[in-house]
């Protein structure tokens, strides 16, 4: 009561003021209601569609992982797990701590809350150790053990010839190298290859090219692209085209990745990288090796090429991709029956089964591009089982198949009467490893 007329009195000025310079109708439009207001409405809607149109709706995404709207970058699994049952989580704590604090009372409320040790984003992954961290750890490991056995032998017989007939350790070391499967470096087998070797011409054209997939992914960087459809239209496929330039068939033969696979000790020394959707708007990673250190981004990515090779490429020549256990081809009656399906896990293994279905439609010179040693290996070992074959290996990351040397053997161990050329690419000069 004691304040009313004051604030009368600041209302009718207010109202006065108001009907001095504005109209009735200015008086109840809203403060939004003006044209800049307007305006930057407009503009940040055409955002928001063009947004949505260069990277989908991402309201319609139906699968069940954890995605950055923009990069397409999925995150670690732990990190998915977090955000999917850190309420529940939350939960079950808080309601852990009323029972057994407020009401069984069996836990003194002064004891402190362990705490919670989850994976966010702003939380490295645990790192591994160090191959001179482990191999200390080794060596006090060996220590404690010897010390151990001596002062044994001080009080009982003991006999180390007996004692050295086992195993002392975790994993044999003749197997094992700080627990993991000890390695070899199988290049160095080319290295005796080469020196049996003499120089040859290469062919200029082969009937049938066989390519290692996840080896041209690799030497095919991604430059002028800026998307994983800019990269199959402007790098891949032109690649493939002028592969097929100097063939009358392309095979690609890509990878593929299982859990359970005894290749994954060999891939998890090459790091780790970051996952990210691949499709045809999303933009191509600014560290191309370290996208292709995940599994699942390269199988994403080599069912996406697949397809694009297959669908994109209109030619009189014949184009056969692998993807997964199933081959696609470019003619639709092309008969696969005995390419398809495959459950080989690598590369390695299933361009060979290729070799023996180009020889039955009487092709007579292949060519196998690879960066791997297992190829020339067992190329080496199979070319003899086919009569009037040329078998090339075009062995080696080149960025193209120009050559400057050619090497010949004129014995490689193979079987009388079979000719069979086997060309080495290098980064510097092409190495011919021909099977006579």
Same mark, same amino acid.
């Given at each position: /009561? ?21 109209? =009735?109708?200015?008086?109840?439009? &809203?403060?939004?209601?003006? @044209? ?9 809607? @055409? ?24 990069? @397409? ?16 989580? =939350? ?35 645990? $790192? ?53 499967? $000890? ?37 095919? @960087? ?84 697949? #397809? ?24 639709? &009656? ?16 299933? /361009?060979?089964? #290729? ?8 092709? $007579? ?56 050329? /086997? ?14």
């Amino acid at each position: /009561m004691v304040t009313g007329p004051e604030i009368a009195r600041v209302i009718d000025s207010f109202e006065t003021v108001g009907s001095d310079n504005n109209t =009735g109708k200015d008086q109840v439009r &809203h403060h939004e209601h003006t @044209r800049s207001a307007q305006v930057s409405f407009a503009s940040e809607v @055409r955002a928001l569609v063009q947004v949505i149109t260069d990277l989908g709706n991402p309201f319609m995404e139906d699968s069940g992982d954890l995605l950055v709207l923009d990069t @397409r970058d999925i995150p670690d699994q732990a990190v998915a797990k977090t955000f999917r049952w850190i309420e529940k989580l =939350g939960q079950d704590q808080y309601d852990s701590y009323v029972t057994q604090r407020l009401i069984e009372r069996t836990t003194p409320v002064s004891d402190t809350i362990p705490q919670n040790r989850l994976a966010l984003f702003s939380r490295p992954p645990t $790192r591994t150790p160090s191959k001179v961290t482990q191999m200390i750890a080794s060596l006090k490991s060996d220590y404690a053990l010897f010390s151990r056995l001596y002062i044994a032998c001080q009080t009982r017989d003991g006999d180390l010839e007996n004692f050295f007939k086992h195993e002392n350790h975790a994993n044999p070391p003749a197997l094992s190298q700080l627990g993991k499967l $000890r390695l070899g470096t199988k290049a160095d087998l080319t290295d005796c290859l080469e020196k049996l070797c003499t120089s040859e011409g290469e062919p200029s054209t082969v009937d049938v090219m066989i390519l290692d997939g996840s080896a041209i992914v690799n030497m095919l @960087r991604p430059v002028g692209a800026k998307t994983f459809q800019d990269y199959a239209t402007l790098v891949f496929l032109p690649y493939i085209k002028a592969q097929l330039a100097k063939s009358n068939r392309v095979d690609i033969i890509w990878d593929v990745y299982r859990q359970d696979s005894i290749k994954n000790t060999t891939r998890e020394k090459r790091g780790k990288g970051v996952r990210r959707r691949v499709t045809t708007v999303n933009s191509i990673p600014g560290n191309w090796q370290e996208f292709l250190r995940i599994d699942d981004n390269k199988t994403e990515l080599f069912h996406f090429l697949a #397809h694009q090779v297959v669908e994109n490429l209109s030619t009189e020549k014949e184009v056969i991709s692998t993807c997964g256990e199933n081959v696609l081809c470019s003619r639709v &009656h092309q008969d696969a029956s005995s390419l398809a399906p495959c459950t080989h896990e690598e590369a390695d293994t299933r /361009m060979f089964l #290729h070799v023996p279905g180009c020889s039955r439609e009487s092709y $007579r010179r292949l060519l196998l591009r690879t960066v791997d040693t297992d190829v020339v290996i067992l190329a080496v070992s199979t070319v003899v089982q086919f009569e009037n074959t040329q078998l090339w290996i075009a062995y080696g990351m080149a960025n193209t198949f120009d050559t400057s040397q050619l090497i010949k053997s004129p014995h490689f161990g193979c079987r009388k009467g079979t000719s069979s050329p /086997m060309s080495t690419h290098s980064p510097v000069v092409t190495r011919s490893l021909p099977l006579l």
